[in-house]
């Protein structure tokens, strides 16, 4: 009985060891890591296929989709889970893969939920966050929102024919300075989350079909110019 026991005590031990020790397998291109929009399911939604077409033209290069609720009624619960989950996945891939590139999208509330990560969250009714340090910016090599509640008018990272801030935006922008020149964040007139007013939902679904070759350029572009 008593030899048994060891054997069972070695492993359990032995189990749990792996278990926590797992390796991190770093991707010899980039990493993209996407958040989906609200209500969509489990996965990289609409973003994915412009994932992978990015995937495609950086050789090496592998995708994580965001795990988190993606709701809509519990938009801020949902919201800022999305935020810690994203913050523990970045810093735990640069902690192990720190050669490695980080790629991150967002649509909807996923772009919410990156730029709130990157810049920190700092919008009305938001828990707030801080703003990621340089170890981690510097190994972003670039970011792309689509249709971002958080948006805030005069960003410099704006494209699209959006004039206003979004329904959530940002009291502190100033966090988002470390990365503005690799960010890209797409609002269009008339979108009614990224443009606080707007009454077009079509608008804030067209981003993929408009914007998506434009995006994959920025995306390889801002890649190639650190590799």
């Known amino acids: 009985m008593i030899s048994f ?23 010899k291109g980039a990493h993209l890591i996407v958040a989906r929009g609200s209500l969509e399911p489990e996965g990289p939604g609409a973003m994915g296929i412009l994932a992978e077409e990015i995937i495609k033209l950086i050789p090496g290069s592998d995708m994580e989709a965001l795990v988190y609720p993606a709701l809509y ?3 801020v619960e949902s919201q800022t889970e999305g935020v810690r989950t994203m913050n523990s996945v970045i810093n735990n891939y640069v902690k192990n893969c720190p050669d490695t590139d980080l790629i991150l999208m967002g649509y909807s509330q996923g772009a919410h939920v990156t730029m709130d990560t990157m810049c920190g969250a700092s919008s ?18 670039a970011i792309i929102a689509m249709g971002d509640p958080s948006l805030t008018e005069g960003q410099p990272f704006l494209v699209g024919t959006s004039e206003g801030s979004g329904i959530f935006p940002r009291n502190l922008p100033i966090g988002c300075n470390s990365i503005a020149s690799k960010t890209v964040s797409i609002c269009d007139k008339g979108d009614p989350y990224c443009e606080a007013g707007g009454k077009d939902l079509s608008v804030h679904l067209s ?13 390889v572009k801002a890649w190639k110019s650190r590799n």
Do not use: R, W
């Not at 026991?5 to 991707?27: G, P």
């Open 5 to 27: 026991m060891l054997v069972l005590s070695f492993l359990m031990a032995l189990a749990s060891t792996n278990s926590t020790t797992d390796a991190i397998t770093c991707a």
């Open 73 to 75: 009624n519990e938009y």
């Open 124 to 141: 009305e009714g938001f828990p707030g966050t801080l703003s990621q340090p340089s170890y981690i910016t510097d190994n972003v090599a």
């Open 207 to 219: 981003y993929i079909k408009n914007y998506g070759e434009f995006s994959v350029g920025h995306v």
